[in-house]
């Protein structure tokens, strides 16, 4: 694809030969994709057919394909100037070309064409530039002018000619007139500008009629053609008899005062002038020079009777505020005499015009912590009349916090703050400015302008609750949402904008904090970790809510939380525990014991409350359901009747302990009860019946020594809880590393049994508990400090 492409042509051809070149012609050709434009100049009246350039060659095109392409010019023109030659992509005038007709008084007359070709779509842009011939010679209106000259008219006297007109423009218009020789007259030219050259003509010599009763001359007017093309006018002159006074005005000034806006037909003035001659000589007549401006012609009129001024158009004091009039007054002799006068016409403003408010300087938007007297807007006000009707005041309404204070300029002002603003009550004012002047009657106008309070921050962020409260069951899924602040701020943007973050000051009571996270933007708190009822049941910490001002602004709130129990615990069997830790345990049972007897008693702990630390004893299973019955609520087991020799020597309890959560967590225990054999049991009777009295208090001994071991061992157990729930924290802390601490809050027991040492670690109990050693849940193993395994119990 060819961009930018320039190209220039020059052919030189005789003007009138048909269907080539017609004069020099210079081609400009530019295109990108479907698009190009072409330049030509001809001059105008060439004849029909007469070749402007070949588009086709010039453009690049394929003539082959234009016809095909159904290449044409694209126009709304009824008669069009120029049609294209589909066979060879030549440029042909259609019709002679009046420059003068087509672009009047226009300086460059350029004629666009666009052509079109098809399939491909493609536009090509054509210019087409007529040049200016000297086709026209200049003409006067008049052929012969006639002027009748007294013979009293002395040297230098003038009489102005209408001038010619030449249609051509620029250089080939009229440039100079010449006045044929003679010995009377003398030609001076008068350059108007745009209104052309007016010839004057002079009296240089004084006139005899009795030597030469008429003078004919001739003017002509030459064009700047080469060779100059000429018009001319024939001037015959009279010269009449003797009129020799001249009229003269009775008055040497003339001065007058017009309201503006005056009605056509109102008398501005009158004038007047007298002729001493008689007849006709001495007859005047009135009328405005030649030499005045049409647009006076277009407001005042005069008589020629009475020299009676009157107004004929519009009156604008404000357009023009004085007019010079120039009246000539002419006897009615053959050889008119003219005086002129001026006459001054001053205009008196009326208040016709309102005042015009101009914002000159405004800043549209203003902080709310501007001071007092703060320029928001500079306001100058103009009133084209002039006096007291010109005079403004301006004002604005008083129930607003701004003023307008004068500046040392006339007729400007300042709109300055008069008390300080806020945005947080108002952020925006409509104010209406009002411009009245002091003319009778006043005349005024408004302009209302808005001023936008820009926020800064002057506010806080403010929670929407202090403090707020929270209630959260435990065993909450680390690293979820568990409730959420909220705080507004009365600002707007930035300065409005929040960010949470949680208040960690390292103190004692803030260390919970750790394990709590915020989002700052929009105030949820995430836990995590688990919270734990039985460790921990409320603590308290502080959010501290910010905004994104400069500099930025915060407040704080105080976050109570409360952590709600749920069934999180499993029972934990106490008793009976095997060596090995589970919850199993053998009890022997003599044969001879009555109905009611307690076999032993089943003691399991719940760490969780209310509900759902309330347990609940069954059994599950039970060798012979005849032989033991089970408190439901203590979970002690008794002989529902006494043992026969039928019965078989050893029986498996299986006990239940569930709590009363909704969802209800239990355990197990084992309890196996082995019945002294049958050969003892013979035994004993036959030793009962020969010794009834000394043995018959053996077993009730045995119970007493049994119940005091147990009695023994439970204060050691009371003990030793005692020991464990009075030392630090430090001490816990050894037995679980930091590295894998879960974050739950625990208390530990540790016993001895055997050669292993066991640590119980769960929630803390109530002083009364009661603890043995041995559980089924999970086991940790600690080593000995004398270098011996041992087991730490985990209590959940």
């Not at 087409?128 to 006297?157: M, T, Y």
């Not at 007047?272 to 647009?295: E, H, I, R």
């Amino acid at each position: 694809m060819i961009s930018g492409l320039t190209m220039e042509q020059r052919r030189c051809t005789p003007r009138r030969a048909p269907g080539c070149l017609v004069s020099c012609v210079v081609a400009v050709l530019l295109w990108s994709g479907t698009s190009a434009q072409i330049r030509y100049s001809i001059p105008e009246e060439v004849n029909e057919g007469a070749v402007v350039g070949n588009v086709a060659k010039d453009l690049g095109l394929d003539k082959n394909t234009l016809r095909e392409r159904k290449y044409r010019i694209v126009s709304s023109n009824a008669d069009p100037l120029f049609h294209v030659n589909q066979n060879d992509g030549i440029l042909y005038v259609s019709r002679k070309i009046d420059r003068e007709e087509v672009c009047a008084q226009i300086s460059t007359c350029l004629i666009n064409l666009k052509t079109v070709l098809e399939n491909p779509l493609e536009v090509h842009y054509v210019g087409v530039e007529v040049l200016d011939i000297n086709d026209h010679s200049p003409s006067f209106p008049e052929k012969d002018k006639r002027l009748e000259i007294s013979e009293s008219v002395l040297p230098g006297a003038r009489f102005q000619l209408k001038a010619s007109r030449d249609p051509d423009s620029g250089y080939f218009s009229v440039q100079q007139y010449k006045l044929s020789q003679n010995d009377h007259f003398r030609l001076e030219v008068k350059d108007k500008g745009d209104n052309g050259k007016i010839p004057v003509l002079v009296v240089k010599k004084s006139l005899d009629r009795e030597t030469a009763t008429a003078h004919s001359l001739l003017l002509t007017a030459l064009d700047g053609g080469k060779p100059p093309k000429s018009g001319e006018m024939n001037i015959l002159i009279n010269v009449l008899d003797i009129n020799d006074n001249a009229p003269v005005f009775t008055k040497d000034v003339y001065s007058v005062m017009l309201n503006e806006n005056s009605r056509v037909g109102t008398a501005v003035i009158q004038v007047n002038a007298t002729d001493l001659d008689d007849g006709p000589n001495g007859d005047v007549v009135f009328s405005f020079s030649s030499s005045m401006n049409q647009n006076i012609l277009n407001l005042f009129e005069i008589s020629q009777l009475t020299g009676e001024i009157t107004v004929k158009g519009l009156i604008d004091y404000e357009e023009k505020d004085r007019y010079d009039i120039e009246i000539e007054a002419s006897d009615k002799g053959l050889a008119p005499l003219t005086t002129e006068k001026s006459v001054i016409i001053k205009i008196v403003d009326v208040n016709d015009n309102t005042p015009e408010i101009e914002v000159t300087s405004f800043s549209s938007s203003i902080p709310e912590d501007s001071r007092p007297g703060t320029t928001v807007a500079l306001i100058s006000v103009n009133d084209l009349d002039s006096g007291l009707n010109g005079k403004v005041i301006c004002s604005i309404v008083e129930n607003v916090p701004f003023t307008l204070s004068p500046s040392l300029q006339d007729k400007m002002y300042s709109l300055v703050t008069k008390s300080p603003l806020d945005r947080e009550k108002q952020s925006h004012y409509d104010l209406t400015i009002t411009a009245k002047d002091a003319g009778q009657p006043p005349l005024s106008s408004e302009k209302t302008i808005s001023v936008v309070v820009s926020d800064v921050n002057d506010n806080s962020p403010q929670f929407s609750l202090s403090p707020y409260t929270f209630y959260v069951t435990e065993s909450n899924n680390p690293g979820t949402s568990v409730f959420s602040v909220k705080a507004f701020d009365a600002d707007e943007n930035e300065n409005a904008h929040i960010s949470y973050h949680i208040l960690r000051d390292g103190s004692k009571d803030n260390k919970l904090t750790s394990f709590l996270n915020i989002n700052s933007e929009n105030g949820d708190i995430m836990a995590l970790k688990s919270f734990d009822f039985e460790t921990l049941k409320t603590f308290q910490f502080h959010v501290v809510a910010s905004d994104s001002g400069t500099p930025s602004l915060s407040s704080n709130v105080t976050v109570n939380v409360f952590i709600l129990d749920q069934n999180d615990n499993a029972p934990v069997i106490l008793y009976p525990v095997s060596s090995n830790g589970s919850a199993e345990g053998d009890e022997e049972i003599p044969r001879n014991v009555n109905a009611g007897h307690l076999v032993t008693k089943v003691r399991a702990y719940d760490a969780d409350i209310g509900y759902n630390g309330w347990l609940l004893f069954s059994l599950q299973q039970v060798t012979d359901h005849s032989l033991f019955a089970l408190d439901r609520y203590t979970g002690q087991i008794r002989t529902l009747r006494s043992f026969t020799e039928t019965d078989e020597a050893e029986h498996k309890l299986l006990i239940l302990v569930k709590d009363n959560g909704n969802v209800s967590l239990s355990a197990t225990a084992t309890v196996i009860k082995v019945v002294e054999p049958k050969e003892a049991f013979a035994a004993s009777d036959v030793k009962s019946s020969t010794k009834a009295d000394e043995d018959k208090n053996v077993t009730f001994y045995l119970m007493i020594t049994v119940g005091s071991v147990s009695a023994l061992f439970l204060v050691s157990i009371i003990v030793l809880i005692s020991m464990q729930c009075s030392k630090s924290t430090d001490f816990t802390s050894k037995y679980l590393p930091e590295p894998n601490y879960d974050g739950t809050l625990c208390h530990s027991i540790q016993y001895r049994s055997g050669d292993k040492r066991y640590m119980l670690v769960g929630p803390r109990m109530s002083i009364g508990s009661t603890i043995v050693p041995g559980s089924h849940a999970n086991t940790l193993m600690l080593p000995d400090r004398r270098g011996i395994s041992g087991e730490v119990r985990l209590l959940q």
